[in-house]
Structure formats: structure tokens, C-alpha cells
């Protein structure tokens, strides 16, 4: 089997497809999970702290250069080295938003693959000429 061949029969597997598709739709949900906590949860809680913005809480590690504005933005495009803990914390948001909608979505898919695979009961197997004859022999046994 040539090269080619082999990597057409691995590319148009299901599985890869699958994945592509995974990939591409868990791209999309990462922006929308990102636009919901940075534009309405992380203001949210903003409002419920008193006005804190979390984005801009950050700490310095060293010297800020000459020209360059004390705010999280014009430091990062600076190069300064800083710990920017406000957005650590967005981001653990981030993740916990996804991670509770990620176990939903397989919560409901699992749910529908059991109501799927449930299996249907069977009729009781008919007995066999052996346990028939048996039956026979415990009910003439059973009248003396």
C-alpha cells in the first residue's frame, strides 16, 4: 500500500473527521465561553466587588520603563515581566464554565446513549422436552 493511499484511508476515517469537527466547534465555544465571562460574569462580579477590574490586577516584577503607562495593556506590549493574577483568575473562570458545560453536554449524550442501548426484554425461554418431561414427573409424584 503506497503513501498516498495509506494517508487518504487515515485522513477520511470517521474518527478523524470526527476530531476535526470536535476541534473546529470547541474553537468557537472557547470565544463565546471567553466574550461570556469577560463581558458579562467578570463585570459582574466587577459590580459586586465595587468597581475592581479584574483584568487590569497585576504585579510588577522589576522596573517599568521610561514612557511606557502603568496599566496592564501598555506593560504587556512593553515586555515588562508581571504577574498578572487578574487574568489568571478570569482564566480559571474560563475554565470552569467550560468544564460544567463539557460535563452536561456528555451528561445528556450518555443519558441518550442508555435510553439507545437499553435492551429489550425477552419472553422467557421455552423449556426444553427434558425439563418438560421433569415437570411431568414432579406433578405425578406431587398427586400420590
Not at 113 to 123: D, G, I, M, Y
Amino acid at each position: 500500500m503506497g503513501f498516498v493511499s495509506e494517508f487518504k484511508e487515515f485522513a477520511v476515517k470517521g474518527n478523524v473527521m470526527d476530531m476535526a469537527v470536535g476541534v473546529i466547534i470547541g474553537g468557537a465555544f472557547g470565544k463565546i465561553v471567553t466574550s461570556l465571562v469577560g463581558d458579562v460574569i467578570m463585570p459582574l462580579v466587577s459590580l459586586a466587588t465595587g468597581g475592581v477590574d479584574f483584568n487590569n490586577k497585576y504585579v510588577v516584577m522589576g522596573d517599568i520603563p521610561e514612557g511606557v503607562a502603568n496599566n496592564y495593556a501598555a506593560l504587556k506590549e512593553a515586555g515588562v515581566s508581571m504577574f498578572a493574577w487578574g487574568a489568571f483568575i478570569q482564566n480559571i473562570i474560563d475554565f470552569l464554565i467550560i468544564a460544567l458545560c463539557i460535563f452536561f453536554m456528555v451528561k445528556g449524550v450518555n443519558k441518550l446513549r442508555k435510553k439507545k442501548e437499553e435492551p429489550v426484554e425477552e419472553a422467557p425461554a421455552e423449556p426444553t422436552a427434558e425439563e418438560k418431561l421433569l415437570t411431568e414427573i414432579r406433578d405425578l409424584l406431587a398427586k400420590k
